[in-house]
């Protein structure tokens, strides 16, 4: 295998991104693979090969934890984009309002599209208004592709490195040296050659000047190309020319809102620009730059064909006829099927199509689906926002695991994880440490379950994980590796900088809740802003509203309890991401349905019931003993003096 | 997947057990066994390499092992040790001098320079960084192609375009990343 010296040195870190971020394995080879361990695994069944664990993962390598405790709930976390980074159109507005009346959203519709509609199968003219919609949505995919991608330039071969293992060895580094500097150079004068052909520039803005520091916030990159072939337009007038030709103004305001970007000539490119200090370009997806058009697209479809930005995606186009609605002699409504769009809860695309000087044109579109529910949606807020109560709160917690009632298993009962929860009412500090307590075997009533929590958890009981933060920076240990993978210098605990990871009050304005979620293409949330997430120690709804509840029409608000003096919302739902998700290798192990107590005043999850898809239980957790404020359990005074929290040591 | 959850997977079914554990975990382990065996190895060495780590952590549940809610970790320790091992096997085998890069000297002889071993990881994180810049599929297509050597018809296959799709948009996302790199001081011969 030849090594491509591509990211030749990684650490534990940087696979396990690898590994997540870019999966290689194809089914195939997974499939083939795990044959091959089964087989190895009964042939080696029934011999005792005298495998130690203990001998295997000593050693050679100490497992790195993972950065953050809570990166499970950042992954799951919605992102929480403002509606288009420099001033676009917000959509946050509209989706909470479930229709749009925001007052800064330019639209010539006359009615609200979200308003029944009239269906008009009989009318003679809906064919025809069929025909129509259906050609300008032809004319709106062909515009979102900016470009003709068989005529694109061909990218230039560059000569191949290749020099044998022999080769290398019998060279001298000055002989090395100037293989590579000769190779640079072919390569250089084949990039200068391509660079006719084409270009490509990049604008970086961030708030700290320093390029890799920790604590910088980026808060854009754009990159643009240019094509001698093969692009569409010439220049941002034809850009609006061939926009103007079948939408409005007022729907390339609202769909395309950073379509045109400032003449980027007299910006220098391929540099950071300092947020804070410097003036850099409105970017836009098209741009001029020495007289051409460049233009920065910001996604593909399977065939590799970049797409331009937008605010409202639709995924999975059915193919089915557009019905057509409120036909008049100048205006129709057009609903074209989509699988769902990026907004959740809304599942078509509404085309309201407009005759202006004897020319059908795209007046407005919108994702349309069900009237939301208000109840709900300020359920979601608050749970969305009961981070903000990050240290203000103490508790006491139990996570139960059951093990299935058909389960050969001989014992039947659920193991407890408990932990205890201490906050100061001081920003940022707080303290979480837990251990894994006697399994219980009592009934499944959540009742009984509390019952034994409160009866068994023990404060001084031994600790096998710890999460402490003294208001600057964050420590965590847990049993039994040595976290910092060094043995000898018997330092248990690692840390992180508390204040570039942990929630502020001053990040408060920048919080987009529930309003912002966005789905990709596999109907999930699966992208954040640092700047938004918040990790914090407390009981949070937040990873419950963002991975269960952002579909509203699968779940429903059923009851009310008081569950250890809190007055709670009972609500039931189905996982909305289980059928985009469904594997059948986890037949039955899935968590399909789940049951929450959700406290009225501050949206946290006293208690969360997971359901396997057979009904059976797969984990409870809930919170007691919860204090508010001044009442809240301090956090126990701890000295972390010894520890060596030195740059060298930094996580 | 916690310690609990395992045991909840055994109880139920060993072979609902395994495949969980292999489906969750065999993009992790195969980036390990790949990044040790990378130099030396053919793609059905570090496929070996694989198997063996999962037949081992299938013995380890056997045994009932207490993974204590580090299962990631534990996982990936058994991984780069057997992935070790097959490193200094298939070394051993091999009649020509395998070529052993930095990362891998470092863990057999644990002579670390620790401030070279530093920049290495950095510039590493630099270059994944601006990978990801490129964007999706892009930032794919480069690493299955130049880290992982995957052909373009392999990397069609596996994020559902076709094979010219691929050659169009690795050559032009080589393109890019190498205006990225060098303009992050990063000049890496023969790289792309």
Same mark, same amino acid.
């Given at each position: 295998?030849?090594?491509?010296?591509?990211?030749?040195?990684?650490?534990?870190?940087?696979?396990?991104?690898?590994?997540?971020?870019?999966?290689?394995?194809?089914?195939?080879?997974?499939?083939?693979?795990?044959?091959?361990?089964?087989?190895?695994?009964?042939?080696?069944?029934?011999?005792?090969?005298?495998?130690?664990?203990?001998?295997?993962?000593?050693?050679?390598?100490?497992?790195?934890?993972?950065?953050?405790?809570?990166?499970?709930?950042?992954?799951?976390?919605?992102?929480?984009?403002?509606?288009?980074?420099?001033?676009?159109?917000?959509?946050?507005?509209? %989706?909470?309002?479930?229709?749009?009346?925001?007052?800064?959203?330019?639209?010539?519709?006359?009615?609200?599209?979200?308003?029944?509609?009239?269906?008009?199968?009989?009318?003679?003219?809906?064919?025809?208004?069929?025909?129509?919609?259906?050609?300008?949505?032809?004319?709106?995919?062909?515009?979102?592709?900016?470009?003709?991608?068989?005529?694109?330039?061909?990218?230039?071969?560059?000569?191949?490195?290749?020099?044998?293992?022999?080769?290398?060895?019998?060279?001298?580094?000055?002989?090395?040296?100037?293989?590579?500097?000769?190779?640079?150079?072919?390569?250089?004068?084949?990039?200068?050659?391509?660079?006719?052909?084409?270009?490509?520039?990049?604008?970086?803005?961030?708030?700290?000047?320093?390029?890799?520091?920790?604590?910088?916030?980026?808060?854009?990159?754009?990159?643009?190309?240019?094509?001698?072939?093969?692009?569409?337009?010439?220049?941002?007038?034809?850009?609006?020319?061939?926009?103007?030709? %079948?939408?409005?103004?007022?729907?390339?305001?609202?769909? %395309?809102?950073?379509?045109?970007?400032?003449?980027?000539?007299?910006?220098?490119?391929?540099?950071?620009?300092?947020?804070?200090?410097?003036?850099?370009?409105?970017?836009?997806?098209?741009?001029?730059?020495?007289?051409?058009?460049?233009?920065?697209?910001?996604?593909?479809?399977?065939?590799?064909?970049?797409?331009?930005? /937008?605010?409202?995606?639709?995924?999975?186009?059915?193919?089915?006829?557009?019905?057509?609605?409120?036909?008049?002699?100048?205006?129709?409504?057009?609903?074209?099927?989509?699988?769902?769009? &990026?907004?959740?809860?809304?599942?078509?695309?509404?085309?309201?199509?407009?005759?202006?000087?004897?020319?059908?044109?795209?007046?407005?579109?919108?994702?349309?689906?069900?009237?939301?529910?208000?109840?709900?949606?300020?359920?979601?807020?608050?749970?969305?926002?009961?981070?903000?109560?990050?240290?203000?709160?103490?508790?006491?917690?139990?996570?139960?695991?059951?093990?299935?009632?058909?389960?050969?298993?001989?014992?039947?009962?659920?193991?407890?994880?408990?932990?205890?929860?201490?906050?100061?009412?001081?920003?940022?500090?707080?303290?979480?440490?837990?251990?894994?307590?006697?399994?219980?075997?009592?009934?499944?009533?959540?009742?009984?379950?509390?019952?034994?929590?409160?009866?068994?958890?023990? /404060?001084?009981?031994?600790?096998?994980?710890?999460?402490?933060?003294?208001?600057?920076?964050?420590?965590?240990?847990?049993?039994?590796?040595?976290?910092?993978?060094?043995?000898?210098?018997?330092?248990?605990?690692?840390?992180?900088?508390?204040?570039?990871?942990?929630?502020?009050? /001053?990040?408060?304005?920048?919080?987009?809740?529930?309003?912002?979620?966005?789905?990709?293409?596999?109907?999930?949330?699966?992208?954040?802003?640092?700047?938004?997430?918040?990790?914090?120690?407390?009981?949070?709804?937040?990873?419950?509203?963002?991975?269960?509840?952002?579909?509203?029409?699968?779940?429903?608000?059923?009851?009310?309890?008081?569950?250890?003096?809190?007055?709670?919302?009972?609500?039931?739902?189905?996982?909305?991401?289980?059928?985009?998700?469904?594997?059948?290798?986890?037949?039955?192990?899935?968590?399909?349905?789940?049951?929450?107590?959700?406290?009225?005043?501050?949206?946290?999850?006293?208690?969360?019931?997971?359901?396997?898809?057979?009904?059976?239980?797969?984990?409870?957790?809930?919170?007691?003993?919860?204090?508010?404020?001044?009442?809240?359990?301090?956090?126990?005074?701890?000295?972390?003096?010894?520890?060596?929290?030195?740059?060298?040591?930094?996580? | 997947?916690?310690?609990?959850?395992?045991?909840?997977?055994?109880?139920?079914?060993?072979?609902?057990?395994?495949?969980?554990?292999?489906?969750?975990?065999?993009?992790?382990?195969?980036?390990?066994?790949?990044?040790?065996?990378?130099?030396?190895?053919?793609?059905?060495?570090?496929?070996?390499?694989?198997?063996?780590?999962?037949?081992?952590?299938?013995?380890?549940?056997?045994?009932?092992?207490?993974?204590?809610?580090?299962?990631?970790?534990?996982?990936?320790?058994?991984?780069?040790?057997?992935?070790?091992?097959?490193?200094?096997?298939?070394?051993?085998?091999?009649?020509?001098?395998?070529?052993?890069?930095?990362?891998?000297?470092?863990?057999?002889?644990?002579?670390?320079?620790?401030?070279?071993?530093?920049?290495?990881?950095?510039?590493?994180?630099?270059?994944?960084?601006?990978?990801?810049?490129?964007?999706?599929?892009?930032?794919?297509?480069?690493?299955?192609?130049?880290?992982? &050597?995957?052909?373009?018809?392999?990397?069609?296959?596996?994020?559902?375009?076709?094979?010219?799709?691929?050659?169009?948009? /690795?050559?032009?996302?080589?393109?890019?990343?190498?205006?990225?790199?060098?303009?992050?001081?990063?000049?890496?011969?023969?790289?792309?």
């Amino acid at each position: 295998m030849k090594d491509n010296d591509l990211l030749f040195d990684l650490d534990d870190e940087a696979i396990e991104k690898l590994a997540q971020e870019f999966p290689v394995l194809t089914d195939e080879e997974k499939e083939r693979i795990y044959a091959m361990s089964e087989r190895k695994y009964n042939i080696t069944e029934d011999t005792n090969t005298g495998f130690n664990s203990e001998t295997e993962v000593s050693g050679v390598d100490v497992y790195k934890r993972p950065k953050w405790r809570t990166a499970s709930i950042a992954a799951s976390l919605a992102l929480l984009i403002g509606a288009g980074s420099f001033g676009g159109y917000n959509i946050a507005k509209q %989706f909470s309002n479930g229709d749009n009346n925001d007052p800064d959203v330019p639209t010539t519709v006359s009615e609200d599209m979200s308003q029944a509609l009239t269906e008009v199968s009989e009318d003679p003219r809906t064919e025809e208004c069929r025909k129509t919609a259906e050609a300008l949505l032809d004319e709106y995919n062909d515009f979102i592709t900016p470009y003709i991608e068989e005529e694109l330039p061909e990218s230039p071969d560059y000569p191949e490195y290749e020099l044998t293992d022999e080769q290398y060895e019998s060279m001298s580094e000055e002989e090395i040296e100037a293989y590579n500097i000769e190779h640079e150079k072919l390569c250089r004068q084949i990039d200068e050659e391509y660079s006719k052909y084409f270009d490509n520039i990049w604008y970086d803005v961030r708030s700290n000047s320093y390029p890799y520091s920790t604590s910088e916030i980026q808060y854009g990159y754009w990159s643009y190309q240019y094509y001698s072939s093969g692009m569409k337009f010439k220049n941002t007038d034809e850009v609006m020319s061939k926009a103007l030709s %079948f939408m409005s103004q007022s729907l390339i305001d609202k769909q %395309f809102p950073d379509l045109i970007g400032e003449e980027l000539t007299n910006y220098e490119p391929n540099r950071i620009y300092d947020h804070d200090n410097e003036d850099y370009p409105d970017f836009g997806t098209y741009a001029m730059y020495n007289g051409k058009l460049y233009c920065s697209s910001l996604g593909c479809d399977n065939e590799g064909n970049d797409h331009i930005n /937008s605010t409202y995606k639709f995924y999975k186009y059915k193919n089915e006829p557009a019905e057509i609605y409120d036909i008049t002699d100048d205006s129709f409504t057009a609903v074209v099927k989509y699988e769902f769009t &990026n907004i959740p809860n809304k599942y078509d695309m509404s085309m309201k199509v407009v005759n202006r000087d004897g020319k059908w044109i795209i007046d407005d579109i919108e994702p349309t689906g069900p009237e939301l529910d208000r109840q709900k949606l300020d359920v979601i807020d608050k749970m969305m926002n009961s981070v903000d109560l990050y240290d203000k709160i103490s508790a006491k917690s139990a996570s139960l695991y059951k093990i299935p009632d058909d389960s050969p298993a001989k014992v039947k009962d659920h193991s407890i994880l408990f932990n205890i929860l201490y906050a100061d009412n001081r920003a940022a500090r707080s303290c979480r440490y837990g251990y894994y307590g006697d399994r219980y075997n009592g009934s499944d009533d959540i009742s009984d379950l509390a019952e034994y929590a409160k009866k068994t958890i023990d /404060s001084d009981h031994e600790r096998e994980n710890e999460d402490y933060c003294d208001g600057e920076k964050y420590y965590y240990w847990h049993n039994p590796t040595d976290l910092d993978g060094d043995d000898s210098n018997g330092k248990e605990y690692e840390w992180y900088d508390w204040n570039n990871y942990f929630y502020r009050d /001053s990040d408060a304005d920048k919080y987009k809740g529930f309003e912002a979620l966005r789905l990709n293409s596999h109907h999930e949330i699966n992208n954040y802003e640092r700047s938004t997430y918040k990790p914090v120690l407390c009981p949070n709804g937040q990873e419950l509203a963002t991975s269960y509840l952002y579909e509203l029409n699968k779940w429903d608000i059923t009851g009310d309890i008081n569950f250890e003096g809190r007055d709670c919302y009972i609500i039931e739902g189905v996982r909305p991401d289980a059928e985009y998700n469904y594997d059948p290798n986890y037949e039955g192990l899935d968590v399909v349905n789940f049951k929450l107590y959700i406290d009225k005043e501050t949206g946290i999850p006293m208690v969360t019931m997971t359901y396997l898809k057979n009904g059976d239980i797969n984990e409870v957790e809930m919170y007691f003993d919860v204090k508010f404020n001044d009442k809240a359990e301090p956090v126990p005074e701890q000295d972390m003096s010894w520890f060596d929290t030195s740059w060298e040591n930094y996580k | 997947m916690t310690d609990n959850e395992l045991r909840l997977l055994m109880a139920d079914s060993v072979q609902k057990c395994h495949r969980a554990v292999f489906d969750k975990y065999c993009n992790y382990v195969y980036t390990i066994a790949f990044s040790v065996l990378k130099s030396c190895g053919s793609r059905e060495d570090v496929e070996e390499c694989v198997s063996d780590v999962f037949m081992k952590i299938y013995r380890l549940l056997d045994n009932n092992t207490d993974f204590s809610d580090n299962v990631k970790g534990f996982i990936g320790a058994v991984a780069r040790n057997t992935a070790i091992d097959s490193f200094r096997r298939i070394s051993s085998r091999s009649s020509r001098t395998a070529y052993v890069d930095e990362n891998t000297i470092n863990e057999l002889r644990d002579d670390d320079d620790i401030t070279e071993k530093t920049e290495l990881k950095e510039q590493s994180s630099i270059i994944l960084g601006k990978i990801k810049e490129l964007g999706d599929p892009d930032s794919t297509i480069i690493i299955q192609q130049y880290y992982y &050597n995957r052909t373009a018809k392999e990397i069609a296959k596996s994020i559902s375009m076709s094979a010219a799709a691929v050659q169009k948009r /690795s050559s032009r996302a080589k393109q890019k990343l190498r205006i990225l790199l060098t303009e992050a001081g990063i000049n890496k011969e023969g790289l792309i």
